[in-house]
């Protein structure tokens, strides 16, 4: 029951809140500008930003509503995306000018808001041999080079992820979902909290957001929702793995991440910066082939099932 009054009132929170940014947006001008000149903009009109507000306060409010859990976890993981949130805030107001932020301060604070967490000891320690039930501790450096990796990695995939009306928020929702199932099989239920939270807030925002979209989450909460989803799975997913069901968390956020690996490796090949962003994600190339907004993004949900459907068929295996 907790966990429906969570995804209830996250999803009721969310459908409340959307409009009444909405409105603040366009009132301050707060609005993502067409932009002729770069082929990642799909919009041909102005559109709201602020949605990631919404997101923002609705996830923690939910959390703290229905957990009543105020430990030093806890509040670091509250302390450190409000670090990723803020950082996108900063980052779509210089967008809505008309300007880049520059991508090593963003970097620099993203990483920082990574280290926080895994102080915290969120992180990814190691795994249990199949064949003897051993368990394997890496070394020191290597958690934390792994742990770092994922969560910024995951951070930056969700966010390249939200170039169509849709997108990003229906790939978050699957991905939770999932998740929320390996959580509760897991016995986690702070994560399965979190995941289920995740669901209520993103299926409330695509009240708004799927096409056409009346209002857009930007870099503040599509980077939030990435940097979420890496800590759900590091401390949910990823706790008590085999060298088999390591591949769990990457099958369920399977389609952004090979998505992006296959984008960088495309960039490097080409002698491009690896940060600078273009047209290169499947969901551009999709239309480039003539497939409408909405076709590719159903297309990508289907995808992204299929894979979240793989890693529950692997967690059921006990391997």
């Not at 000149?37 to 919404?54: F, M, Q, T, V």
Request: aromatic share 16%; hydrophobic share 50%; with cysteine.
């Amino acid at each position: 029951m907790s966990f429906l009054r969570a995804f209830t009132f996250s999803f009721l929170m969310m459908l409340f809140l959307t409009p009444k940014l909405m409105h603040l947006a366009y009132k301050i001008n707060y609005l993502e500008k067409p932009q002729l000149d770069n082929e990642r903009k799909i919009h041909k009109e102005a559109k709201p930003y602020l949605a990631g507000i919404g997101l923002f306060f609705s996830f923690w409010v939910t959390y703290f509503i229905i957990s009543h859990t105020y430990d030093s976890k806890i509040l670091i993981i509250l302390g450190s995306s409000f670090l990723v949130f803020l950082i996108g805030m900063i980052d779509d107001t210089f967008k809505i000018n008309g300007r880049d932020m520059k991508a090593l301060p963003k970097m620099f604070f993203q990483l920082l808001a990574c280290i926080l967490v895994y102080s915290a000891d969120i992180k990814f320690a190691g795994f249990t041999n199949p064949f003897d039930g051993s368990y394997v501790l890496l070394p020191t450096w290597l958690q934390f080079l792994l742990t770092i990796s994922w969560l910024f990695g995951v951070t930056t995939v969700i966010n390249f992820t939200d170039g169509l009306d849709g997108l990003a928020g229906g790939i978050t929702s699957i991905s939770s979902c999932t998740l929320f199932i390996v959580a509760l099989f897991k016995d986690d239920m702070s994560s399965a909290l979190m995941a289920i939270i995740l669901v209520g807030i993103c299926l409330g925002y695509l009240k708004y957001n799927k096409f056409p979209s009346k209002i857009l989450m930007g870099d503040a909460g599509a980077t939030f929702l990435g940097f979420i989803l890496g800590i759900i799975s590091l401390d949910g997913a990823f706790k008590q793995v085999t060298v088999i069901s390591i591949f769990i968390p990457i099958l369920i956020l399977g389609l952004p991440i090979f998505d992006n690996i296959f984008v960088m490796l495309k960039r490097l090949s080409e002698g491009r910066p690896i940060y600078i962003g273009d047209a290169s994600q499947l969901h551009f190339r999709l239309l480039s082939k003539g497939f409408t907004q909405k076709q590719v993004v159903y297309l990508l949900y289907f995808a992204s099932a299929c894979l979240n459907l793989s890693a529950i068929f692997l967690l059921l295996l006990r391997v």
